[in-house]
């Protein structure tokens, strides 16, 4: 934890509204009504996870589900705020955020339609240090839990994020100078992407759970793709969070506690704030993508006032991405129980993602109780730039 202020030179993160507040409960906003059956489906659509145990009625009620469930990275878009809302606590006047990484564990449930989840949220620590990208710069942590109507514990995310003054990010122009032109993509370059994709679709469509027993130390996953990325890709990731529907949650807070930071200002620099009154009337005012601090996703001049550059993805997108992508590799009666994601970079603008992942340990008795694989899993662009490092425990049936 660091002090009420961090500075480099001239430059200097007022973090006095920060410090009193670790280790708080936090407020944030709680969904209304239940997950339905289209809310899977939009949410699979946006990440390209066209397993169908959550879209085909057909299939998934001849499966062993009985009919439609929820991929485990669904938690996520049951949530407030993309999941980061206890690791954004405290104004930080100036201030953007980015993604820095997400860290989960998952119980054992599976969200099915007419499930809804409530939050409990508790900013954790921070820690301040000196970057390339804009200087004095906090990396906040927090954590939530993720229950459902019966209060059962479904999932427990902690997530990181990069709080850092826009105006020096935007001046240091880390991005602008390092990143490459936006790739401009050949008809038998798209081909090749669409044939990897169908591959990796069709490798394990019929859910097929590997035995922990057939698997060793070295086995490689099947190599998954996701783009080239666009606006309305980024578009699509957005809308599939539902509390970026008009209308779609209340603002909850902590009983009992005075000052549960619950919609409060984190510092947002002009243009990427929201108007809370004015969005009673125009709900638009606090949509976030046309405006509010998601606009540099899908705005090049925006993206480069954040030290962006140009449009770029989203954090929680490419956690899902993770987890999707190893609970479809352990098929229907597989499970992946925990994931950490490490974000490195984001995926830009015209960039195409690349997956590998490889067995990395085998645990035939672990703190679960039960037989896991220890699974290494990187993300990278079409340049070998990594976008995302991610160690995972997946359970698999033994017989």
């Not at 993509?185 to 922990?212: C, K, M, Y």
């Not at 200002?265 to 976030?288: H, L, M, N, T, Y």
Request: with cysteine; proline share 6%; charged share 25%.
């Amino acid at each position: 934890m660091g002090s009420s202020a961090a500075a480099q030179g001239d430059v200097r993160l007022d973090l006095s509204d920060v410090d009193h507040r670790v280790g708080q409960r936090v407020g944030g906003g709680q969904l209304w009504e239940p997950c339905a059956a289209s809310d899977i489906r939009r949410w699979v659509m946006a990440m390209d996870y066209p397993n169908p145990i959550h879209w085909d009625q057909q299939f998934a009620r001849a499966s062993e589900f009985g009919g439609l469930v929820a991929p485990q990275s669904m938690a996520v878009a049951l949530d407030f705020g993309h999941g980061c809302q206890p690791a954004c606590v405290g104004k930080i006047p100036g201030s953007h955020l980015i993604f820095g990484g997400e860290e989960w564990w998952y119980y054992g449930y599976r969200v099915r339609p007419g499930d809804q989840l409530f939050q409990e949220r508790r900013f954790i620590d921070y820690k301040v240090a000196d970057t390339q990208f804009a200087g004095p710069t906090m990396f906040q942590r927090g954590d939530t839990d993720h229950r459902n109507q019966h209060g059962t514990m479904v999932a427990k995310s902690r997530s990181t994020t990069i709080r850092y003054l826009a105006a020096e990010a935007e001046k240091r122009k880390m991005y602008a100078e390092k990143l490459p032109p936006k790739p401009k993509w050949t008809a038998a370059q798209i081909a090749e992407v669409d044939q990897l994709r169908h591959d990796w679709i069709l490798s394990n469509r019929e859910g097929v759970s590997p035995l922990f027993s057939a698997v060793k130390v070295g086995d490689r996953l099947p190599r998954r793709v996701i783009g080239p990325h666009s606006i309305a890709s980024f578009s699509t990731e957005y809308r599939a969070f539902i509390f970026n529907a008009w209308g779609s949650f209340e603002w909850v807070g902590v009983p009992g506690q005075k000052d549960p930071w619950i919609n409060q200002d984190p510092g947002w620099v002009e243009g990427f704030g929201f108007d809370e009154e004015g969005a009673k009337i125009d709900p638009r005012k606090r949509d976030g993508l046309y405006l509010g601090p998601s606009r540099g996703h899908v705005d090049d001049e925006k993206a480069g006032e954040i030290g962006m550059a140009r449009a770029y993805g989203y954090g929680a997108t490419m956690q899902a991405w993770v987890v999707d992508y190893l609970a479809y590799w352990a098929g229907n009666k597989g499970f992946v129980r925990y994931c950490k994601s490490d974000f490195r970079g984001p995926a830009f603008e015209g960039d195409v993602t690349y997956f590998s992942a490889e067995v990395v340990e085998t645990q035939a008795e672990s703190s679960w109780g039960l037989p896991l694989v220890k699974v290494k899993v990187k993300l990278a662009n079409q340049d070998g730039s990594t976008l995302v490092d991610a160690v995972a425990l997946v359970e698999l049936p033994v017989s």
